[in-house]
């Protein structure tokens, strides 16, 4: 599909969610800015959860509380970087009662247990976007 703003992005990933169970993971990729947070924002506010929504900086994932199960939100653009790499980082964050968001999985893909849908976004020229969800 093809977004023209930050809202049908978010929307794009609120209609995803609501697909989702405890313990789906779903991949999202895509460049540095093409809207993987957006993305995720609009699928966790969907899945009831409150507070902000960004991309973890000083570690590799966060886990908010959602309405019905925890959402985990992991992005492992800097993990070449953080130290020791070790895929069990995953377990952390990656649970049976949780559903995730992975941005940027490439790297950490072969970790990943159960991966419910593959989303991937590319730039289109100033606000549009393309999603595809797989
Ligand atoms: P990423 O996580 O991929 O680096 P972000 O979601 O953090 O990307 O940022 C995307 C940026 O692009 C935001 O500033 C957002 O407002 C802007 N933007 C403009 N158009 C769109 C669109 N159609 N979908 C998503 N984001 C968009
Ligand atoms: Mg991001």
Redesign the pocket.
């Known amino acids: 599909m093809e ?4 809202e ?2 978010a929307q794009a990933g609120a209609e995803l969610a609501t697909r989702l169970v405890p313990g789906d993971t779903v991949l999202v990729a ?10 995720v ?1 609009g699928a966790c506010r969907a899945l009831g959860v409150e507070g902000a929504v960004t ?1 973890p900086t000083f570690t590799i994932g966060q886990v908010y509380g959602g309405r019905a199960a925890e959402i985990a939100h992991v992005d492992l653009y800097r993990l070449p970087t953080l130290a020791g790499e070790d895929p069990a980082l995953l377990d952390d964050y990656l649970t049976p009662e949780r559903i995730a968001f992975v ?1 940027w999985p490439g790297i950490g893909e072969h970790a990943i247990p159960r991966v419910a849908a593959r989303v991937s ?1 590319e730039h289109r020229g ?4 393309v999603i595809e969800i797989e």
């Open positions: 977004t023209r703003s930050p049908e992005t895509g460049e540095l800015g093409t809207g993987k947070t957006t993305f924002r991309s941005e976004i100033g606000d549009r976007r």
